[in-house]
């Protein structure tokens, strides 16, 4: 069973919030205290059945006063197998589970039911005196009196051919074998790799525990997980020793006891010139290595699961305490953790630095309304909306210039032509966005203060690229002209690309003019718009300006130029027709921000 999304009512801050859909990699983030852990809590308790809320985590809605009921609810996709072997014939499967303070958690599914509340049961569960009594109440024709399972399976075969209505069943016990398993990382409270490795250890001990190579055995349990997670704990080795050369090895020792749970004691480092070191005496720079190679250790044991159910993985902050590069470094393993099909993981985060990796649709931006929780999801390839989405999220995290600061590769482009329409080009050849792909774009306008920071930044040795009309360098005094570049300290060979005939406009073939002029700017008079048309516009060193006046003279319609940058590159269809300048500056930019 795949968890695809999942709601929530009455848990701490989450009073009733909308779905929360769960992706490959999903985003969750917002301000302190938003409601982030409490979504993953909430989700723990969920797919953790023997688990349940406590008092203080149902809802307060008064003075003194909490809510009755926890609710949560999920839609599930089932495999061929799964619904063979459950028997539900639909691929998804509704879900709820219901806590209150005076009776046990309660979990239902969604289904056709029969109106008379005694049939909305699984009938497994009823005596067979109850059994035959409904049957004979309905006029039901049993075959066989004595044996139940024969009469479960005539009065389910009944019901399927009466009038039902849509209502909700108990689950069968069956189904909670096939639950998603939850492993929750949480890293928010300071920079312990001794805590990260024995979650780690923890989560691969959950799992095989599981497995059905130990079912009945316990008295052999013990020795052989043991002696398996110290071969995973050679493979830790290996990491930190890349991060840390100077690292003989390390002493820790995982403790298995049925009676008290998992166990470990504390990590060591030993050295080639002395004996073992706790690592909480270490600096934080040995920390922060040390983290690194946990997460890259982690990718191997999360991915190498021996068990096939899904595996929702959730890391709380695990950026805390980390420079820009070892978070990137992080993100980029999670990724690869993300990629295992088995997988869905979720990232609890406040850094705009992962924010702006992740596809802005797999983003959940919780935010606080009268001390109780909302949630935004943005459904939108629109650059513009994208944009302002992640203004909103850094202005409501108060991250206004984390951007500026972080990011490690900047494109600078001359108008809102070429910054409405690069991004769109971006993620047709890489499908994701440039924010995904840590590329900053930046509008220059015409402005010298943009100049004046693209300085800065390079100055501080940060990533710095322009993609200008070549008929700038015929302009003296434009403000991105090649000489001022130079006397600033820019190479105009490695990072200036210089794009088109004369414009950025021109750089684009008639081919691809008649396929977006016949799509979005009809003419009045009903023809169609031919190549002839568009080439005719080339013998003039102003491509753009006729273009303008022609588009308005055939549409009777105001056409400006970022509209028309916007409809090009939505009317790309091939990565062929973007032109070669343009794909080399992209290409530069993405190398030079995932180097």
Same mark, same amino acid.
């Given at each position: 069973?795949?968890?695809?999304?999942?709601?929530?009512?009455?848990?701490?801050?989450?009073?009733?919030?909308?779905?929360?859909?769960?992706?490959?990699?999903?985003?969750?983030?917002?301000q302190?205290?938003?409601?982030?852990?409490?979504?993953?809590?909430?989700?723990?308790?969920?797919?953790?059945?023997?688990?349940?809320?406590?008092?203080?985590?149902y809802?307060?809605?008064?003075?003194?006063?909490?809510?009755?009921k926890?609710?949560?609810?999920?839609?599930?996709?089932?495999?061929?197998?799964e619904?063979?072997?459950l028997?539900?014939n639909?691929?998804?499967?509704?879900?709820?589970?219901?806590y209150?303070?005076?009776q046990?958690?309660?979990?239902?599914?969604?289904?056709?039911?029969?109106?008379?509340?005694?049939?909305?049961r699984?009938?497994?569960?009823?005596?067979?005196?109850?059994l035959?009594?409904l049957?004979?109440?309905?006029?039901?024709?049993?075959?066989? &009196?004595?044996?139940?399972?024969?009469?479960?399976?005539?009065? +389910?075969?009944?019901?399927?051919?009466?009038?039902?209505?849509?209502g909700f069943?108990?689950?069968?016990?069956?189904?909670?074998?096939?639950?998603?398993?939850?492993?929750?990382?949480?890293?928010?409270?300071?920079?312990?790799?001794?805590?990260?490795?024995?979650?780690?250890l923890?989560?691969?001990?959950?799992?095989?525990?599981?497995?059905?190579?130990?079912?009945? &055995?316990?008295?052999?349990?013990q020795?052989?997980?043991?002696?398996?997670?110290?071969?995973d704990?050679?493979?830790?080795?290996?990491?930190?020793?890349?991060?840390?050369?100077?690292?003989?090895?390390?002493e820790?020792?995982?403790?298995?006891?049925?009676?008290?749970?998992f166990?470990?004691?504390?990590?060591?480092?030993?050295?080639?010139?002395?004996?073992?070191?706790?690592?909480?005496?270490?600096?934080?720079?040995?920390?922060?290595?040390?983290?690194?190679?946990?997460? +890259?250790?982690r990718?191997?044991?999360?991915t190498?699961?021996?068990?096939?159910?899904?595996?929702?993985?959730?890391?709380?902050?695990?950026?805390?305490?980390l420079?820009y590069l070892s978070?990137?470094k992080?993100?980029?393993?999670?990724?690869?953790?993300?990629?295992?099909?088995?997988?869905?993981?979720?990232?609890?985060?406040?850094?705009?630095?992962?924010?702006?990796?992740?596809p802005i649709?797999?983003?959940?931006?919780f935010?606080?309304?009268?001390?109780?929780?909302?949630?935004?999801?943005?459904?939108t390839?629109?650059?513009?909306?994208?944009?302002?989405?992640?203004?909103?999220?850094?202005?409501?995290?108060?991250?206004?210039?984390?951007?500026m600061?972080?990011?490690?590769?900047?494109?600078?482009?001359?108008?809102?032509? +070429?910054?409405?329409?690069?991004?769109?080009?971006?993620?047709?050849t890489?499908?994701f966005?440039?924010?995904?792909?840590?590329?900053?774009?930046?509008?220059?306008?015409?402005?010298g203060?943009?100049?004046?920071?693209?300085?800065?930044?390079?100055?501080?040795?940060r990533?710095?690229?322009f993609?200008?009309?070549?008929?700038?360098?015929?302009a003296?005094?434009?403000i991105?002209?090649?000489?001022?570049?130079?006397?600033?300290?820019?190479?105009?060979?490695?990072?200036v690309?210089?794009?088109g005939?004369?414009?950025?406009e021109?750089?684009?073939?008639?081919?691809?003019?008649?396929?977006?002029a016949?799509?979005?700017?009809?003419?009045?008079?009903?023809?169609e718009?031919? +190549?002839?048309?568009?080439?005719?516009?080339?013998?003039?060193?102003?491509?753009?300006?006729?273009l303008?006046?022609?588009?308005?003279?055939?549409?009777?319609?105001?056409?400006c130029?970022?509209?028309?940058?916007?409809?090009?590159?939505?009317?790309?269809?091939?990565?062929?027709?973007?032109?070669?300048?343009?794909?080399?500056?992209?290409?530069?930019a993405?190398?030079?921000?995932?180097?």
């Amino acid at each position: 069973m795949k968890l695809l999304k999942y709601r929530v009512e009455g848990f701490r801050c989450l009073k009733n919030i909308e779905w929360i859909p769960l992706s490959d990699l999903a985003v969750f983030t917002g301000q302190n205290d938003g409601g982030k852990t409490s979504a993953l809590d909430i989700l723990q308790i969920f797919l953790e059945r023997r688990q349940k809320p406590e008092e203080n985590d149902y809802t307060l809605i008064a003075e003194n006063a909490l809510c009755e009921k926890i609710i949560i609810e999920g839609v599930f996709e089932l495999s061929r197998e799964e619904k063979e072997e459950l028997g539900h014939n639909k691929d998804k499967i509704f879900i709820k589970a219901k806590y209150s303070t005076t009776q046990n958690s309660k979990y239902s599914y969604k289904t056709m039911v029969h109106p008379d509340q005694r049939l909305r049961r699984d009938l497994n569960t009823v005596s067979i005196d109850e059994l035959k009594t409904l049957a004979d109440e309905f006029g039901i024709s049993l075959s066989n &009196r004595r044996t139940k399972s024969t009469i479960v399976r005539e009065m +389910e075969d009944w019901l399927n051919d009466q009038e039902l209505e849509e209502g909700f069943l108990e689950l069968p016990s069956k189904y909670f074998d096939n639950f998603p398993l939850v492993k929750i990382f949480r890293s928010s409270r300071t920079l312990n790799p001794t805590s990260e490795v024995n979650q780690t250890l923890n989560a691969s001990f959950s799992t095989r525990i599981q497995t059905e190579r130990y079912s009945g &055995r316990l008295s052999d349990i013990q020795d052989e997980i043991e002696k398996e997670m110290k071969n995973d704990l050679k493979d830790f080795e290996e990491k930190v020793r890349e991060y840390c050369p100077d690292v003989a090895g390390i002493e820790i020792d995982p403790i298995i006891d049925f009676s008290r749970g998992f166990r470990t004691s504390t990590l060591k480092l030993k050295k080639e010139d002395g004996l073992p070191v706790d690592l909480e005496k270490e600096g934080e720079g040995r920390k922060r290595k040390i983290t690194l190679a946990v997460y +890259e250790w982690r990718e191997k044991i999360l991915t190498e699961s021996g068990d096939d159910r899904q595996s929702i993985v959730a890391f709380d902050e695990p950026d805390t305490h980390l420079d820009y590069l070892s978070q990137r470094k992080i993100l980029d393993i999670i990724k690869r953790i993300s990629g295992n099909e088995k997988n869905s993981v979720i990232v609890c985060t406040h850094s705009l630095n992962l924010i702006d990796r992740i596809p802005i649709t797999d983003i959940v931006h919780f935010r606080r309304e009268d001390e109780k929780t909302a949630i935004e999801i943005l459904q939108t390839d629109d650059p513009e909306l994208i944009d302002m989405f992640l203004y909103e999220i850094s202005d409501c995290m108060g991250l206004k210039n984390s951007i500026m600061l972080n990011e490690r590769c900047f494109l600078i482009v001359e108008g809102d032509t +070429e910054f409405l329409s690069l991004p769109i080009i971006f993620k047709k050849t890489k499908d994701f966005s440039l924010q995904s792909g840590g590329i900053r774009l930046l509008n220059g306008w015409g402005c010298g203060g943009v100049r004046s920071l693209a300085r800065f930044l390079n100055n501080n040795r940060r990533n710095v690229l322009f993609l200008l009309d070549t008929d700038t360098q015929n302009a003296p005094n434009a403000i991105f002209h090649p000489n001022k570049l130079r006397e600033e300290g820019f190479n105009i060979e490695t990072q200036v690309f210089f794009v088109g005939k004369n414009e950025y406009e021109d750089s684009f073939s008639n081919e691809l003019y008649v396929r977006a002029a016949n799509s979005n700017w009809r003419k009045i008079d009903g023809t169609e718009w031919s +190549e002839q048309e568009f080439s005719a516009l080339r013998a003039s060193d102003d491509f753009s300006g006729r273009l303008l006046t022609l588009l308005r003279q055939e549409t009777h319609t105001h056409i400006c130029k970022p509209d028309v940058g916007r409809i090009l590159a939505k009317s790309i269809a091939e990565p062929s027709e973007i032109p070669q300048t343009i794909m080399r500056c992209l290409d530069q930019a993405y190398a030079l921000a995932n180097s």
